[in-house]
């Protein structure tokens, strides 16, 4: 079974630009995640989605941030304009709801903003 | 609100030493909990975790874990420690089975040879 898979691996952009990233949950999972890691913290959840459809987007900064899963598969996160505080790893995860409770996560974009 | 605190930010510890690592969590009932493992430059791995049932888990890589209600903890540990074990360790809680995590803010283990 293949895992979540995530892209790009690493990005550096200047503050004030946009960045997007791509995640590919395992296949059948209809719940996806992204959570953003900053250095020295555990991941905090920015996005859920069930489907299609947002579950809790509470701590999404919907001024700059924006997601979307189309179709109920893969999903996109976008930054636009990026500040310096939002350099971290972005951590794409996906879990089945089938009573495992667990989540499976990418490897994550390690995003460094200049 | 729910939360979970990892008291120690590093641990180092000797190759073949034993391992504790701590994790509390503040909610009302019994969540579930779930201890992953980040290598660098690598997401998580689910390690453990626990809904019901006997209280000491067992999982991957010979770890285990014991949850206390009374203590409000769910610590993690291992036996001998191998240099390989060298990475972050996270505690989560998801508050009453929704599928939605808190995580603790990490424990680095380092490991000497």
């Known amino acids: 079974e293949a895992g979540v898979a995530q892209s790009p691996r690493y990005k550096i952009i200047e503050k004030r630009q946009s960045v997007a990233f791509w995640c590919n949950p395992i296949?059948?999972?209809?719940?996806l995640y992204w959570y953003q890691q900053i250095l020295g913290q555990g991941p905090k959840l920015l996005i859920q989605f069930q489907n299609n459809g947002v579950v809790d987007d509470s701590q999404l900064p919907k001024d700059r941030f924006s997601a979307e899963r189309l179709k109920g598969v893969d999903s996109t996160l976008k930054i636009q304009p990026a500040k310096l505080e939002d350099s971290a790893v972005y951590l794409c995860a996906s879990s089945d709801n089938r009573g495992g409770y667990e989540q499976y996560f990418g490897p994550g974009t390690r995003l460094t903003v200049t | 609100a729910q939360s979970v605190t990892q008291p120690d930010i590093h641990i180092t510890v000797s190759e073949g030493a034993s391992l504790e690592l701590r994790c509390n969590y503040s909610?009302?009932?019994?969540?579930?909990l779930f201890w992953y493992v980040q290598s660098p430059g690598q997401g998580l791995q689910l390690l453990l975790k626990y809904f019901s049932g006997d209280t000491l888990v067992q999982g991957i890589k010979g770890f285990e874990a014991e949850f206390k209600r009374s203590q409000s903890s769910f610590n993690l540990r291992k036996p001998s420690v191998h240099w390989s074990d060298a990475a972050e360790y996270f505690c989560?809680?998801?508050?009453?089975?929704?599928?939605?995590?808190?995580f603790g803010t990490g424990t680095r283990l380092k490991v000497l040879a």
């Open positions: 909610y009302g009932a019994t969540p579930y």
């Open positions: 296949s059948g999972h209809a719940t």
């Open positions: 989560a809680v998801d508050g009453s089975g929704t599928y939605k995590y808190i």
